[in-house]
């Protein structure tokens, strides 16, 4: 369900709010507002802006531009990672929907992995994370990957919210609207993937789990259902916690090799890769010879995670070879 605030901590968006809601009297209407009065409903209400995409790429440097976008149209902004399998399945759910709402509501995206700021600005504990600026403040929506009438339904709360509070604009983009334009062809989805992506859709873990092993049984060298697979195993392990329950647990409990890898597990589905590296190397270190082998495996599979090409996976697999001999 949508959320109204954004709890305590992160990075300071208030300046962008305000920068925001300025009055801006080349574009008419009356600039300030009323004391106790979003000063944006006046100026921006019903305004159109015109704008290259609905769906946009935003850095950590390009961000105050849609702040100052969020005082005409809401912004939903989904961060993302290039490893991040949930996200692949949730973000064209995410551009069709936007679509569908012709230029009431707009799409940011943001690389969490090469954006660290934004990430804990809107307090990404894990990904996918979609939050919106209305009027340049940050509303929680979702984490996960969601059915798309779910999607639907948020989209339609975060209007009547962003009404309340004088944004009612609409962003004009090329292809939008009237305009006829082909539309480009979405990927199929295997046959044998279907029950898989449908399970994690629903938030079934196990079951999505169980799914991906089946088609692994049947086809080994499907690489993208091994990829599927070590996300599914990711989530699984840290459904039900809190990121709070996890760190005092691993902070309580030193020696438990369990705790310090949901840490790891922790770090790296918000997005901080090194992090979770380094803690699974300084625990493999500290390891005896019994629980090695384990550590080892998840490792390998975290390695899997973000993408053996990585660069990040490359120096730290030189690290743990280091470690072996």
């Known amino acids: 369900m949508m959320q109204q605030q954004i709890p305590g901590g992160g990075m300071d968006l208030s300046h962008l709010a305000a920068r925001a809601q300025a009055p801006q009297p080349q574009q008419g209407g009356a600039g300030g507002g009323d004391a106790g009065r979003d000063p944006s409903a006046d100026g921006q209400a019903g305004r159109s802006v015109d704008v290259p995409s609905l769906v946009i790429d935003v850095t950590d440097q ?3 531009q849609v702040a100052q976008l969020s005082s005409v149209v809401p912004v939903v902004i989904d961060l993302w990672a290039e490893w991040c399998q949930p996200c692949k399945t949730l973000s064209p759910v995410l551009e069709k929907v936007v679509e569908e709402f012709d230029g009431r509501v707009m799409l940011a995206k943001v690389d969490v992995d090469a954006n660290p700021g934004l990430a804990q600005a809107f307090q990404a504990q894990s990904i996918p994370t979609v939050v919106a600026l209305v009027a340049g403040r940050p509303v929680p929506l979702f984490q996960g990957a969601v059915p798309e009438a779910q999607v639907r339904e948020v989209f339609t709360q975060l209007l009547q919210l962003s009404e ?19 539309a480009p062809e979405e990927p ?4 044998a993937h279907v029950a898989a992506i449908e399970a994690a859709e629903r938030g079934d873990y196990a079951g999505s789990i169980a799914e991906w092993e089946a088609v692994l ?4 060298a499907d690489a993208e259902a091994r990829a599927a697979l070590v996300q599914m195993r990711l989530l699984h392990r840290l459904e039900g916690l809190s990121a709070e329950e996890i760190r005092t647990a691993a902070a309580t409990n030193p020696a438990d090799a369990e705790a310090q890898m949901r840490v790891a597990d922790l770090d790296l589905a918000g997005g901080h890769v090194e992090d979770a590296f380094l803690r699974m190397l300084d625990l ?30 490359i120096a730290a697999r ?6 072996l001999y």
Not at 290 to 308: I, M, Q, T, Y
């Open 318 to 323: 030189g690290r743990l070879a280091n470690l």
């Open 164 to 182: 309340q509070h004088g944004v009612t604009g609409r962003a004009s983009a090329p292809g939008s609207g009237g305009d006829s334009v082909d």
């Open 284 to 313: 493999f270190s500290a390891s005896d010879q019994d629980e090695r082998p384990a550590v080892r495996e998840r490792l390998l599979e975290l390695f899997e995670v973000v993408g053996v090409a990585d660069p990040r996976v």
């Open 188 to 191: 199929q989805i295997p046959a």
């Open 62 to 64: 390009t961000f105050e």
């Open 217 to 220: 049984a049947k086809s080994p």
